[in-house]
């Protein structure tokens, strides 16, 4: 993505599956991320869901809902432009929520729930 960006603390139930990218394997609760960047971000870019199952999932970024969408058996994404950050010393800092309902198929490691977050970086 350009941007160097450091999550902190993530849950036991969310694998890392690559750079931004985490296999989520229980549903009915909540994941935050919590994570920093070099730079301030233009924009994030979402991808989320499950190939199996329909669950209903929300975004917070901090205290805003910034979409609510379900899921059928299908990965969707969503482009946020100009996301708010706190400078937390030379860096920026960001807080995400995603919100799982419990799907009509449970998730786990055999069918887990993906959820990406792709940071794009501010020019400069």
Known sequence: SGARVIFYSLSRSARSAGPGRFALREDGRSY????????PAAGFDFEFGSRTGEHEAAVRLFDETIFSQRTAREVRSFRLEEPAGYRLGRRRFY??????DRGTTAT???????FAIDVRPAPG
């Open 95 to 100: 807080a995400i929520t995603l919100e799982l």
């Open 32 to 39: 935050r991320f919590y994570f920093t960047t070099d730079r």
């Open 108 to 114: 786990t490691d055999r069918s887990p729930y993906l």
